[in-house]
C-alpha cells in the first residue's frame, strides 16, 4: 500500500476555508464571522487495493463574532472548539464545544 502525508495541505485548506467565512444566523438577523482560526493534527491519503482512503483526525479552534442586521440586535463574540474532527466517526459526529465571552460594558455579564 501508498500512504501520501496531506497534512499541511490540510491544514492550509480548512484554514483558509474557515478564516473570515460569514454566517447568517438567526433567519437572517444577524452575521456570524470565524477569526482567528487554528488547525492541528494529522492527515493523509493511503491507496489500498487501488481505492484511495482518506485518513484525518484534526483540531480546530476559532474565535467567533456576531453582530445583529436589524436594529436593536447587539454583538455577540466566543469561541468554538472541535477537538476531534476524525475520518473514524466522520464530521457528524464531531463534538463541538461553543463559549461565549462576557461582556462587561454598559453593565452586561
Not at 22 to 30: D, E, F, R, W, Y
Not at 64 to 93: F, H, M, R, V, Y
Amino acid at each position: 500500500w501508498e500512504e501520501k502525508p496531506m497534512t499541511d495541505f490540510s491544514i492550509k485548506w480548512l484554514s483558509r476555508e474557515l478564516q473570515g467565512l460569514s454566517l447568517k444566523i438567526l433567519s437572517g438577523l444577524a452575521e456570524l464571522e470565524f477569526r482567528d482560526v487554528q488547525v492541528t493534527g494529522d492527515a493523509s491519503v493511503t491507496v489500498r487495493k487501488g481505492k484511495p482512503i482518506i485518513l484525518y483526525l484534526l483540531r480546530v479552534e476559532s474565535r467567533w463574532e456576531a453582530a445583529g442586521t436589524a436594529q436593536g440586535l447587539g454583538e455577540a463574540k466566543g469561541s468554538l472548539i472541535l477537538p476531534e474532527l476524525s475520518s473514524e466517526d466522520g464530521p457528524n459526529s464531531s463534538v463541538i464545544q461553543i463559549e461565549t465571552t462576557s461582556d462587561t460594558s454598559r453593565h452586561r455579564s
